[in-house]
């Protein structure tokens, strides 16, 4: 069993920065593809970004590349998304969540899911 839980979120206008933190419980942190995906009020969920564990390969959705880096110290079992240049459309309810293996974008693939965290941007 894995435990996740993100903080970090908050309002920032646009053109800020946030840090968004993902604690994980469990001794095989490194064995899991950490993931970031959110979801804005009457959207589906959407990934964000992926760190695979082994190897620190990552993935990012388009609209975030260049902007948003994700990042994971094990040695803490924490995974990290810094969100830098923030835009209105970044407004959502960020997860993390949690797979052993490969990551991937499709969230029925993730085992663990943390509750969330709000990001709110402002114009």
């Known amino acids: 069993q894995v435990q996740l839980a993100e903080s970090g979120g908050g309002l920032v206008q646009a053109g800020g920065s946030l840090r968004l933190s993902c604690a994980a419980s469990g001794r095989t942190f490194n064995g899991y593809a950490m993931a970031w995906f959110r979801q804005a009020p009457g959207n589906k969920r959407e990934f964000v970004a992926v760190i695979i564990g082994s190897s620190g390969r990552t993935d990012y959705l388009d609209s975030v590349k260049g902007r948003f880096t994700i990042s994971r110290d094990n040695a803490k079992n924490t995974v990290y998304l810094q969100m830098n240049s923030l835009k209105p459309e970044d407004t959502a309810v960020y997860h993390c969540?949690?797979?052993?293996?490969?990551?991937?974008?499709?969230?029925?693939?993730?085992?663990?899911w943390g509750q969330g965290t709000q990001v709110t941007v402002s114009s």
């Open positions: 969540a949690a797979k052993t293996g490969w990551g991937t974008r499709g969230e029925y693939d993730y085992d663990y």
